[in-house]
C-alpha cells in the first residue's frame, strides 16, 4: 500500500504551490519566495500546541501575473489528498512538495508527508497563516470542531476546500466568516495514480477564478468537473465509494481464478489488468458499456453463461442499490 494513503488524501496534502493567473491557468510557481511569516497563532509556541490538527499544505511561493500574486496553498491531510501531491511517486504534481504544508494530530500520516518533502505541523492555525488555498481532509465528524478553531484565521484571501463526505457548502459557510471563498469537493482513491474521479461546487463566496483554479490544478489527479452541488452525494455513492465496489469485484474475479487453480498473485494482476483495459475501451471508445458486454459475449460461448449466472446473482440490481445506500448516506451525514 502507498504510504501516502495513511497520511492525507490528495486534495488535502497533495495540493502543491499553485499560482493561478488572470486567465484561471494554473502556474507553479518558483519565482520570488513569499515572505512568510513563521509565527504561530497559538501561542506560545505551536509545536507543543495542544489543538488538534488539520491538515493543511501550507505553501508559500509567490507568482506575479499581470501585477496580480496569489499564493496558493492546501490544508488538510486525508489519504486522498497524495494524489495532487508532487512527490517522486506522483512526479505529474503540480506544486512543489516544498510548498506543502500538512496538518495532523499526529504523526501517523504526517511522517509520510515530511518523507515526500512536504512542511507539516500539529497547528492548524499554522496553516491558515501561511496559505492561501486550505484543503479541509478531516474525517466528516471532526470536521466542525475544525471549522471552529481555525475561523478566527480565515480571511477574504483563503481559498478554502472541504474534501468531507456529506457536509454540504451551506454548513460549511455557516462555520466560516460570511463571504469565505469556499468549494466542496469529492475526490476518490485513484487520484493517487493520477486516475482520479472529482467533482466540486462552489459556494456563494467563490467565483470563476477559484473554480478555475480548483479544476487546473486537480486536472494532473485525473477527471475534474465542476457540478451543481446536489451531485456531489451521488458521485460519493458511484466513485468516491465506488472504487471499493471495484476492488471487491476485483477480489471475487481473482478468487474465482485461484478456485479454477491459478496461483493468487497472478489472478490478482490479471484481475487489475482485466479492469483497467475495460476501462479504457470503454472511455476511448465513447460506448455504453451494455453494447460492449454485448461485444464480449459470443453466442453459446463461455461469456453468456457466466452473465447469466452473475443475472442469477442480481449484480446489477445490487450495485445499484449499493450506489443508492451511499448517496443516501452521504445525505444523511449532512443531518448527523
Ligand atoms: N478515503 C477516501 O477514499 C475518500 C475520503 N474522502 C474524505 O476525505 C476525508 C478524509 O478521509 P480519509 O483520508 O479516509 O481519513 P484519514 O483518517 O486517512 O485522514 C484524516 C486525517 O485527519 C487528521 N485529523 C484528525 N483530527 C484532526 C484535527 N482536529 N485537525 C487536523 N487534522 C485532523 C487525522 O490525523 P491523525 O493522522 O493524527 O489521526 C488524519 O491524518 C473524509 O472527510 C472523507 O469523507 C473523500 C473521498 C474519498
Ligand atoms: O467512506 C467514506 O465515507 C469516504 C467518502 C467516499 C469514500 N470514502
Known amino acids: 500500500m502507498d504510504p501516502g494513503f495513511g497520511v492525507t488524501s490528495l486534495v ?51 507568482a506575479g501575473v499581470g501585477g496580480q500574486e496569489q499564493i496558493l496553498a492546501d490544508i488538510g491531510v ?3 489528498c497524495w ?8 512526479p505529474q504534481g503540480k506544486v512543489p512538495a516544498s510548498s506543502i504544508l ?19 505541523t500539529h497547528c492548524n492555525l499554522e496553516v491558515l497563516q501561511e496559505s492561501t488555498l486550505v484543503f479541509l481532509a478531516t474525517k466528516p465528524h471532526v470536521l466542525p470542531g475544525v471549522l471552529q478553531e481555525i475561523r478566527p484565521a480565515v480571511g477574504p484571501h483563503h481559498i478554502v476546500v472541504s474534501l468531507a463526505a456529506g457536509v454540504t457548502l451551506q454548513t460549511l459557510q455557516r462555520l466560516l466568516p460570511a463571504g469565505t471563498k469556499i468549494l466542496r469537493l469529492m475526490p476518490n482513491l485513484p487520484c493517487v495514480v493520477q486516475a482520479g474521479a472529482m467533482v466540486f461546487a462552489r459556494g456563494s463566496g467563490a467565483g470563476d477564478g477559484e473554480s478555475a483554479l480548483l479544476k487546473n490544478l486537480l486536472s494532473s489527479c485525473g477527471l475534474c ?18 472504487v471499493a465496489y471495484v476492488y471487491l469485484f476485483a477480489e471475487a474475479l481473482a478468487e474465482g481464478a485461484v478456485k479454477m487453480g491459478m496461483p493468487s498473485g497472478l489472478a490478482s494482476r490479471i484481475a487489475a489488468q482485466t479492469l483497467l483495459g475495460a476501462a479504457k475501451v470503454m472511455l476511448e471508445t465513447g460506448e455504453h458499456p451494455a453494447k460492449l458486454r454485448g461485444d464480449v459475449c459470443t453466442p453459446g460461448g463461455t461469456t453468456i453463461h457466466a452473465l447469466h449466472q452473475l443475472e442469477k446473482g442480481a449484480l446489477r440490481a445490487t450495485v445499484m442499490n449499493a450506489v443508492e445506500a451511499a448517496t443516501n448516506r452521504a445525505c444523511d451525514m449532512a443531518k448527523d
Open 12 to 62: 488535502t496534502a497533495p495540493w502543491h504551490n499553485w499560482v493561478l493567473t488572470p486567465r484561471g491557468v494554473p502556474v507553479l510557481t518558483r519565482g520570488v519566495p513569499t515572505a512568510v511569516p513563521m509565527g504561530c497563532l497559538c501561542q506560545p509556541d505551536h509545536r507543543i500546541c495542544p489543538r488538534p490538527p488539520l491538515l493543511h499544505v501550507p505553501q508559500a511561493d509567490r
Open 102 to 120: 500538512a496538518s495532523a494530530p499526529s504523526d501517523r500520516n504526517l511522517d509520510a508527508w515530511r518523507e515526500s518533502g512536504c512542511r507539516t
Open 78 to 80: 486525508p489519504r486522498l
Open 83 to 90: 494524489a495532487t501531491h508532487p512527490t517522486p511517486r506522483v
Open 225 to 242: 468537473e465542476e457540478v451543481p452541488e446536489s451531485y456531489i452525494n451521488i458521485h460519493t455513492g458511484l466513485s468516491g465509494s465506488g
